[in-house]
């Protein structure tokens, strides 16, 4: 079966905002916040926390020299000058015509694995496109005793790196795709250990997932129940569809796990457009083996599966969440839980939606069932001004402290900015409570005239219904009434997709499309 979402989505708000410096961390660097130039075009893709509290921040440039880097802060931010060249490990080759996606892998031995996407080569024309895996040891140098002198070549026929993971055994998994007869088809790597062993994984599963499909990879990966959990996004050229597709390998046959979605697979039309489609940003393995995955387009979708490939209708609208914060433009690209198993989402106000010069990070908070909780700022989310440009990353400390990194302009160059935030005392808004998080029903919809709301919620002073035109204006707000329905009329309204919100408890608590159709 598949499920379909439209991806209609529209910015409601236009509410000016400033960063929230109250919760930089003064420990960190004296101020909070660390700042320096490792090239002029600084990106950061990859953060991890090793259990000694250091920081580890990969990423790379492109100008005035193509370089990948990872670099080691101590906990206090300082740079930590016993790990490889005062701090920073440099993979910058003349071979290097360009690199992205430094992902960096922790292991149980303190080791360090950096996976990068690389075009090698004296020119584009005959670069060859292929992952390296680098281990590194703890303090900074290459192991020499892993692959080939600490480095491993993927993809030799050419391909491209998207995610990865190490097992419990210290097998480093590496997801993404690979060019096959002009297309893009799903790829797995396993790397033994010791790097001296490299195989295809889970060949047959792969084949089965993307067989439908003209074009696919893999966007995130993780270990679930023992099986290797792959979710992406697949397309079909002819019908013009894209699919959000998710499934399980099984470890020992590399076949798909039947029990899992429907024969193994997971399917949901995103609707694909040109110029306009999700892809998969991050999936996050909650406490209860649900998985919660993030779509980015111009603004941002959660969808949570069940580990039965079903989707949890107790999430958002049977198992599909739409993000609406008060801001320019909701477009999220990271999900990330704490030790107390609250659920934050990092994201920018991008250029390409919100129509501003500079781009801002946010730190927001949801509840469990994927409504939007407003923090105690001014809209309701934790601002981070610094960081103007691409690449925000971010990891929870075992305190409950934040590390956010990311790019900015100074001002003509990209540089680098690593933050340590505490906002302990701005997430102790109680939770939207259970009874105004049931779903909301508008029947017809479409509908030309007029159409029923029913709401599940009584009629007190903490409830309001809002109703949005596809402008996000505000066309109507009133108060519901004690039988929880109400006819809306809208026969002078223009076709397009409006927005109904229920507001309760000063919250959003539910929001639902509503597709009006002129009949004239």
């Given at each position: 079966?598949?499920?379909?979402?439209?991806?209609?989505?529209?910015?409601?708000?236009?509410?000016?905002?400033?960063?929230?410096?109250?919760?930089?961390?003064?420990?960190?660097?004296?101020?909070?916040?660390?700042?320096?130039?490792?090239?002029?075009?600084?990106?950061?893709?990859?953060?991890?926390?090793?259990?000694?509290?250091?920081?580890?921040?990969?990423?790379?440039?492109?100008?005035?020299?193509?370089?990948?880097?990872?670099?080691?802060?101590?906990?206090?931010?300082?740079?930590?000058?016993?790990?490889?060249?005062?701090?920073?490990?440099?993979?910058?080759?003349?071979?290097?015509?360009?690199?992205?996606?430094?992902?960096?892998?922790?292991?149980?031995?303190?080791?360090?694995?950096?996976?990068?996407?690389?075009?090698?080569?004296?020119?584009?024309?005959?670069?060859?496109?292929?992952?390296?895996?680098?281990?590194?040891?703890?303090?900074?140098?290459?192991?020499?005793?892993?692959?080939?002198?600490?480095?491993?070549?993927?993809?030799?026929?050419?391909?491209?790196?998207?995610?990865?993971?190490?097992?419990?055994?210290?097998?480093?998994?590496?997801?993404?795709?690979?060019?096959?007869?002009?297309?893009?088809?799903?790829?797995?790597?396993?790397?033994?250990?010791?790097?001296?062993?490299?195989?295809?994984?889970?060949?047959?599963?792969?084949?089965?997932?993307?067989?439908?499909?003209?074009?696919?990879?893999?966007?995130?990966?993780?270990?679930?129940?023992?099986?290797?959990?792959?979710?992406?996004?697949?397309?079909?050229?002819?019908?013009?569809?894209?699919?959000?597709?998710?499934?399980?390998?099984?470890?020992?046959?590399?076949?798909?796990?039947?029990?899992?979605?429907?024969?193994?697979?997971?399917?949901?039309?995103?609707?694909?457009?040109?110029?306009?489609?999700?892809?998969?940003?991050?999936?996050?393995?909650?406490?209860?083996?649900?998985?919660?995955?993030?779509?980015?387009?111009?603004?941002?979708?959660?969808?949570?599966?069940?580990?039965?490939?079903?989707?949890?209708?107790?999430?958002?609208?049977?198992?599909?969440?739409?993000?609406?914060?008060?801001?320019?433009?909701?477009?999220?690209?990271?999900?990330?839980?704490?030790?107390?198993?609250?659920?934050?989402?990092?994201?920018?106000?991008?250029?390409?939606c919100s129509g501003q010069d500079d781009s801002f990070y946010h730190v927001a908070q949801l509840s469990n069932a994927g409504v939007p909780i407003l923090m105690n700022t001014d809209?309701?989310?934790?601002?981070?001004?610094?960081?103007?440009?691409?690449?925000?990353?971010?990891?929870?400390?075992?305190?409950?402290?934040?590390?956010?990194?990311?790019?900015?302009?100074?001002?003509?160059?990209?540089?680098?900015?690593?933050?340590?935030?505490?906002?302990?005392?701005?997430?102790?808004?109680?939770?939207?409570?259970?009874?105004?998080?049931?779903?909301?029903?508008?029947?017809?919809?479409?509908?030309?005239?007029s159409a029923w709301l029913h709401y599940p919620i009584e009629a007190d002073e903490h409830a309001t219904i809002e109703v949005y035109d596809p402008q996000g204006r505000l066309l109507?707000?009133?108060?519901?009434?004690?039988?929880?329905?109400?006819?809306?009329?809208?026969?002078?309204?223009?076709?397009?997709?409006?927005?109904?919100?229920?507001?309760?408890?000063?919250?959003?608590?539910?929001?639902?499309?509503?597709?009006?159709?002129?009949?004239?």
């Open positions: 079966m598949k499920y379909i979402l439209s991806l209609l989505l529209t910015c409601l708000f236009l509410t000016p905002y400033s960063q929230d410096e109250a919760y930089l961390d003064n420990t960190f660097d004296s101020d909070g916040s660390v700042l320096f130039n490792v090239n002029n075009s600084d990106r950061t893709k990859s953060i991890a926390i090793q259990t000694d509290g250091k920081i580890l921040v990969a990423g790379f440039s492109t100008f005035p020299s193509n370089e990948v880097f990872l670099f080691r802060l101590n906990s206090d931010g300082s740079f930590d000058s016993s790990f490889a060249d005062n701090g920073i490990f440099t993979y910058s080759p003349d071979t290097l015509l360009q690199a992205y996606l430094p992902k960096v892998i922790l292991s149980t031995s303190d080791k360090i694995f950096l996976i990068i996407r690389a075009f090698e080569g004296s020119t584009f024309e005959n670069a060859v496109e292929h992952a390296l895996v680098f281990c590194i040891e703890p303090d900074g140098s290459l192991d020499s005793e892993y692959g080939n002198s600490g480095v491993v070549i993927l993809y030799s026929t050419g391909g491209f790196p998207s995610c990865a993971f190490m097992n419990s055994d210290q097998e480093l998994f590496v997801g993404g795709g690979k060019y096959l007869d002009d297309s893009i088809s799903n790829s797995i790597f396993k790397v033994s250990q010791d790097g001296s062993n490299i195989e295809e994984y889970g060949a047959i599963a792969l084949s089965e997932a993307g067989s439908i499909y003209d074009e696919g990879y893999i966007s995130d990966m993780a270990m679930l129940n023992d099986t290797v959990f792959c979710v992406g996004t697949s397309e079909i050229y002819l019908d013009n569809q894209r699919f959000l597709t998710a499934w399980m390998i099984d470890p020992t046959t590399g076949e798909l796990v039947s029990a899992f979605g429907d024969n193994g697979l997971f399917e949901m039309n995103i609707e694909y457009a040109p110029n306009f489609t999700y892809t998969v940003s991050d999936l996050e393995v909650l406490n209860d083996g649900d998985i919660l995955i993030l779509l980015t387009a111009d603004s941002s979708v959660l969808v949570q599966l069940k580990s039965t490939g079903e989707l949890d209708t107790s999430f958002g609208v049977d198992g599909v969440a739409e993000i609406s914060f008060n801001l320019p433009c909701n477009r999220f690209h990271q999900i990330m839980s704490n030790s107390n198993g609250q659920t934050f989402m990092l994201g920018s106000s991008d250029i390409l809209d309701g989310t934790i601002d981070i001004e610094q960081f103007l440009y691409d690449g925000g990353v971010a990891c929870f400390q075992n305190d409950g402290k934040l590390i956010v990194a990311g790019s900015f302009h100074n001002p003509s160059q990209l540089d680098f900015y690593v933050s340590r935030l505490d906002f302990q005392n701005a997430i102790d808004v109680v939770e939207v409570p259970s009874q105004v998080e049931r779903k909301m029903l508008i029947y017809p919809n479409p509908a030309s005239t109507n707000s009133f108060q519901p009434n004690t039988n929880g329905l109400v006819e809306l009329t809208f026969k002078n309204y223009e076709s397009g997709i409006y927005v109904v919100q229920l507001i309760a408890f000063g919250k959003v608590a539910e929001s639902i499309k509503l597709t009006v159709v002129n009949q004239d």
